[in-house]
């Protein structure tokens, strides 16, 4: 939370008191992601008077400002920023209305801001007439243009936007951040009421405006936290010293206590996202195995074929599966009998969802018992190398999404008992052919156009039916640009004859070898 905006709300009048009437004496960087800002009452003897530092760490894993009692500047390797403003006086410092981002405006009418975003932290100059002058990471290329009078964000936030907004504090409140979010939803559990839940709401914005701050442990990293919700190791009333022992506590962990930090933190929003999936998925089912089946509205609509009028949107009959009536929707310019074929069309594919949905179930189950393993195991490393090992022999350093499923990657449809992968977009494409097809693998492809890469995964001693092939060629020709095409020229190879040279675009390949079959595109 060192970087929440109710932080910042209440750091920007610390530094005012500090800073106000000062003179912004110079800014250097002897470090790529480091910036140092010196402040004095005076800068005309050699000595400077009642000097201030404010040490700006903008990594992208780490950005935090921090205010050294002093700093020895190096001789070599240094570079001399916002060299404009040198010499000119602090006349306020203040954070913008919403946001995290705190402007030390100066007398002369310039101004610097200490955007605090994450890893898109940067600082920023901009002058009288309120424009960008200078900008410390130009990798950062949408703060070439930011505007200064923008970052200021009114919002109504009172009793009445609160009940307009169906009783939804985040539109009124998004800068409250996770923490805050995550014990405010708590407090919030079971008040229905909008002054019951209104009067929370202010309750938890007085405990995280009143000038107490803790400095917590989570998941083995410190923590500057406006809230005590964990076991406190220090608490502070000055937010400065409160940032720096924050700031201090960060820089002497060890590597062995970063890196379990960050792979602990990574692992649990992983087992996160799987309970989230698990969560919908189980609800899916539950809907999809509760509700009347395609099959059985099918068999409802034939055998009462004589009783539905023609041309009829609804029909009501009796469920024989339930002992109950119920209510079918119809394609009026349908027979009663096409009806029941489209219901049975939809059993088919509700079938295959139902595969879907179980197969994703057993691999996320399966992938939750690994995380929590995985957990386990970390806890007992207590050295570096051991732990960067086990991390890599566990292909735990790839970022910090869940694996997806084969049939959450790809569209997937399967015909006369072989299954057909088709690529979702050009990336995708790369995916599928690169990693998720084998040599003996099936590769399709419209010919000459942008398309899906479509694949037939290889039965082990069967030969492909030419059924198979077809169907999947007009999968291939549906998913490309002849769509619309009256037929579709489909290339048809082994996947061992499709090669992706380095420095290709997402998608493109080169087929060494290939057969053409015409097909009419189709869909699912």
Request: aromatic share 10%; glycine share 4%.
């Amino acid at each position: 939370m060192h970087q929440n905006y109710y932080f910042l709300k209440q750091l920007a009048p610390a530094l005012n008191k500090v800073l106000s009437g000062k003179l912004f004496i110079e800014a250097f960087s002897q470090e790529k992601d480091e910036l140092i800002l010196v402040f004095a009452d005076s800068s005309e003897t050699e000595e400077w008077v009642n000097p201030f530092f404010i040490k700006a760490t903008l990594r992208p894993n780490f950005a935090c400002l921090s205010f050294p009692d002093s700093f020895q500047r190096a001789r070599r390797n240094s570079v001399n920023l916002f060299v404009d403003l040198y010499g000119k006086s602090i006349e306020q410092v203040r954070v913008f209305l919403n946001e995290r981002a705190i402007e030390l405006k100066l007398a002369s009418g310039e101004a610097m801001v200490f955007k605090l975003f994450g890893n898109r932290s940067n600082i920023i100059s901009f002058d009288r007439d309120k424009q960008v002058s200078e900008v410390f990471n130009h990798k950062l290329t949408p703060d070439q243009t930011i505007s200064l009078i923008g970052l200021d964000r009114p919002i109504d936030q009172s009793f009445e936007a609160f009940v307009q907004n169906e009783l939804k504090y985040e539109p009124l409140f998004p800068t409250f951040g996770k923490l805050v979010k995550k014990y405010l939803d708590a407090q919030l559990e079971g008040k229905t009421s909008a002054n019951e839940r209104w009067e929370v709401v202010q309750q938890v914005l007085g405990q995280i405006s009143s000038g107490e701050f803790y400095i917590l442990r989570t998941e083995l990293m410190p923590t500057l936290s406006l809230l005590e919700v964990e076991l406190v190791e220090a608490q502070y009333q000055d937010p400065i010293l409160a940032l720096n022992a924050f700031y201090y506590a960060y820089i002497r962990l060890t590597g062995i206590e970063k890196g379990k930090a960050e792979i602990i933190r990574i692992l649990k929003k992983r087992i996160q996202q799987t309970e989230s999936y698990l969560e919908n998925t189980f609800r899916k089912l539950l809907e999809l195995e509760e509700g009347s089946k395609n099959d059985e509205v099918a068999n409802i609509l034939m055998a009462n074929l004589h009783q539905i009028p023609a041309r009829a949107e609804v029909v009501e009959l009796f469920d024989f599966y339930h002992d109950k009536p119920i209510k079918i929707k119809l394609k009026k310019d349908l027979s009663p009998q096409r009806n029941a074929e489209v219901y049975y069309r939809k059993s088919k594919n509700e079938k295959i969802e139902l595969a879907k949905l179980h197969e994703g179930l057993r691999a996320r189950e399966n992938e939750k018992i690994k995380m929590t393993g995985y957990l386990e195991a970390i806890a007992r490393i207590e050295i570096l190398r051991e732990l960067r090992a086990f991390i890599k022999a566990n292909g735990l350093a790839g970022g910090e999404a869940a694996p997806l499923t084969q049939a959450e990657l790809f569209k997937r449809v399967d015909y006369q008992g072989y299954v057909i992968l088709i690529g979702r977009n050009a990336k995708n494409n790369d995916v599928l052919t690169k990693q998720y097809a084998f040599k003996e693998d099936l590769w399709l492809h419209a010919r000459d156009v942008p398309g899906s890469h479509v694949i037939i995964k290889y039965q082990p001693g069967k030969k492909f039916p030419s059924t198979v092939i077809e169907r999947a060629a007009e999968l291939a020709a549906f998913y490309s640009k002849r769509k619309t095409d009256s037929l579709c020229p489909v290339i048809v190879t082994p996947k061992k004859y499709v090669r992706k040279l380095k420095g290709m675009p997402d998608g493109a390949v080169i087929v060494d070898k290939e057969d053409v079959v015409m097909v009419v595109a189709k869909g699912e």
